[in-house]
């Protein structure tokens, strides 16, 4: 009795390992994330004078308030509302 193949497609060991790691390679590169930031961005991203300045008067004004010597000017704020408030 003669045996014949079934039409199976030869098998190579070595081709095999190599189609595995180039497929591991292929999923390692599309896996990556890639993050460019501009120059332009990286300008605004830096802490402006104001933001600064800003953090200095809040700094001294919770300084006034734990003392206890901060008084509201009540004129200035009425004139501030009057001002946010008007169209």
């Known amino acids: 009795m003669k ?6 497609p030869a098998i190579n ?3 095999a390992n190599q189609l595995k790691a180039e ?3 292929y999923k390692a590169k ?4 890639k993050l460019e930031i501009s120059s332009e961005a990286k300008e605004l ?3 402006s004078s ?10 001294q004004l919770k300084a006034q308030v734990q003392a206890g010597n901060y008084e509201v000017d009540a004129e200035q704020l009425a004139a501030n509302l009057i001002k ?3 169209p």
């Open 30 to 33: 599309m896996k990556t994330d």
């Open 84 to 86: 946010y408030f008007k």
């Open 23 to 25: 497929q591991t390679e």
């Open 45 to 47: 991203s830096k802490t």
């Open 3 to 8: 045996i014949q193949k079934f039409n199976l």
């Open 50 to 59: 104001f933001t600064v300045e800003r953090n200095e008067r809040v700094q």
């Open 13 to 15: 060991p070595y081709k």
